[in-house]
């Protein structure tokens, strides 16, 4: 009986795990996923001749031999799967939502930790391939740029210890966060945020630390701690850019041996599972089981979701429809039937015109940074606001473009005249509208003392746009968009020096 138990068991897990990864490789999203790792390669492994180079420690370029390369796309690649890797795989539970799959799960003889880890072992192997393509990659553009042998086994064993405990931890904590309906929105998207900076920050902050506490290392899941702390002891400096820096090509070159994985390292490398194990069992506590009385069976879920429920709670205010009320109107009026004829501007409006009828708060947003724009100084409106703008901006424009899927309206609004033919140039130029209001006034604000950065923000705008309905209409999910969009930002706060991700605007 104990056998056939745990053969049932694994079983139902593997049966799972294999329907979970054959949905997920037949995505559009994973393809263009892959591609777009690639091409980032290109960007990780500068040619050094035009100043820019991977790593430098002490001032001098590390020189692109297979340790140095491995350890820099490596970082790279550990930091941002931390990121994108929970929003690529954070719809696992929300497919069989919507699908009404879920009912039929719920009512088969497998148990919430089955389908639990199963779905975990699905999401592992997904995301493992985002570090496998940007590994495969990193060894072609070495051919290329490298200044010694390529040794595959260098960049397999750096791979393996920084990246599993990445991946675990994203399919983790995606599970987790779905499993607990509260976090399973836009709020849980913007608190894994915070957490990926958080866990980007402290290990590499304790890492000189002398009287770090012991369980220190178990929550340096990206993996920058070790990598400080080795070529700190190695190099005796703290001088030291890994992912890309300014050099003197001319200069003199420090050759780096690799990292000696000694049994502490190993053991430190792997005590960082026991994170993605807790987690994994907060999922489990937490699964819902598609259970109605947990679960409204609706895209949005908008009694668990907290910026939606605040959302309703401010419909209610009659104070705050005096100023929300004159807005929608103004966009709404034209959609009227027998005022306006069906055109694509007119959608448009009507398009607008339902955004900040379902959000208010994105009103109230748009008022309030004009306001600070306007009474600020435009340094302050440059280093502080913007900044803070660009992340609200984020969590506004990713609906736009999926609601109309989420709430089974797609059919309908094809019957409108024209509206099919041009339904990409119809989002975009909505959600263009929505991205303006929030930029146009710093913009303006700008544009006296720094010109580049207003031109820098506008184009900005239109980026973000335009990155709202392709990952829509790809995806047909916010969560990819508000996980490229701030990983954008991050990078480009804190690489304002490559011209590909000027940020001229911050900076």
């Known amino acids: 009986p104990g056998r056939r138990?745990?053969?049932?068991?694994?079983?139902?897990?593997?049966a799972i795990a294999s329907a979970e990864v054959q949905f997920r490789f037949r995505r559009t999203a994973g393809i263009v996923t892959w591609l777009v790792v690639a091409a980032l390669v290109y960007l990780i492994i500068p040619d050094f001749h035009v100043g820019w180079a991977l790593m430098r420690i002490k001032g001098m370029r590390v020189l692109y031999n297979s340790s140095a390369v491995a350890l820099g796309t490596g970082v790279f690649c550990a930091t941002f799967t931390g990121l994108l890797g929970?929003?690529?795989?954070?719809?696992?539970?929300?497919?069989?939502?919507?699908?009404?799959?879920?009912?039929?799960?719920?009512?088969?003889?497998?148990?919430?930790?089955?389908?639990?880890?199963?779905?975990?072992?699905?999401?592992?192997?997904?995301?493992?391939?985002?570090?496998?393509?940007?590994?495969?990659?990193?060894?072609?553009?070495?051919?290329?740029?490298?200044?010694?042998?390529?040794?595959?086994?260098?960049?397999?064993?750096i791979y393996l210890w920084l990246m599993v405990p990445v991946v675990a931890f994203c399919s983790a904590a995606a599970l987790a966060f779905e499993s607990l309906p509260v976090l399973s929105g836009r709020f849980g998207d913007l608190l894994y945020f915070l957490v990926w900076t958080a866990m980007l920050g402290w290990p590499a902050a304790m890492a000189n630390e002398i009287g770090k506490p012991s369980w220190a290392s178990t929550m340096d899941v990206i993996g920058l701690g070790v990598v400080v702390q080795e070529l700190q002891a190695r190099f005796h400096t703290v001088e030291m850019t890994i992912g890309g820096a300014s050099i003197d090509p001319t200069g003199p070159t420090l050759l780096f041996p690799g990292i000696d994985w000694t049994w502490r390292l190993v053991l430190e490398r792997t005590s960082t599972l026991a994170l993605p194990l807790v987690v994994l069992g907060l999922a489990t506590l937490w699964f819902h089981r598609f259970d109605p009385a947990r679960v409204k069976y609706s895209t949005w879920t908008r009694r668990r979701n907290p910026i939606a429920r605040l959302n309703a709670m401010l419909k209610s205010i009659a104070g705050l429809n005096v100023i929300s009320k004159p807005v929608t109107r103004l966009f709404g009026q034209i959609s009227h039937p027998g005022k306006a004829k069906p055109t694509v501007a007119n959608a448009i409006r009507a398009d607008i015109a339902a955004t900040f009828a379902l959000s208010p708060l994105t009103g109230i947003a748009i008022v309030s940074s004009g306001i600070l724009c306007l009474v600020e100084g435009a340094e302050v409106v440059q280093h502080a606001i913007l900044p803070a703008i660009f992340a609200v901006l984020v969590a506004a424009l990713a609906d736009i473009t999926v609601r109309d899927s989420s709430a089974g309206m797609t059919t309908l609004l094809f019957t409108a005249p024209k509206l099919k033919a041009n339904y990409v140039l119809w989002k975009f130029f909505s959600v263009l509208a929505v991205?303006?209001?929030?930029?146009?006034?710093?913009?303006?604000?700008?544009?006296?003392?720094?010109?580049?950065?207003?031109?820098?923000?506008?184009?900005?705008?239109?980026?973000?746009?335009?990155?709202?309905?392709?990952?829509?209409?790809?995806?047909?999910?916010?969560?990819?968009?508000?996980?490229?969009?701030?990983?954008?930002?991050?990078?480009?706060?804190?690489?304002?020096?490559?011209?590909?991700?000027?940020?001229?605007?911050?900076?």
């Open 86 to 157: 929970y929003y690529l795989v954070s719809n696992s539970l929300r497919r069989d939502i919507v699908s009404r799959t879920g009912a039929i799960i719920a009512a088969t003889p497998v148990s919430n930790a089955q389908c639990i880890i199963g779905r975990f072992i699905g999401n592992t192997v997904y995301l493992a391939m985002v570090p496998l393509a940007c590994m495969m990659s990193t060894m072609v553009m070495f051919l290329f740029r490298g200044e010694g042998p390529l040794e595959p086994l260098v960049f397999l064993e």
């Open 5 to 14: 138990f745990m053969n049932e068991s694994f079983g139902r897990i593997r």
């Open 435 to 507: 991205a303006l209001m929030f930029t146009l006034i710093p913009a303006i604000r700008l544009m006296g003392e720094t010109p580049e950065a207003a031109v820098s923000l506008l184009i900005g705008s239109f980026f973000a746009a335009a990155a709202a309905v392709a990952f829509g209409i790809f995806t047909r999910s916010p969560k990819l968009f508000v996980g490229f969009l701030l990983m954008l930002l991050y990078i480009s706060l804190n690489a304002n020096k490559v011209a590909v991700l000027d940020s001229q605007w911050y900076c």
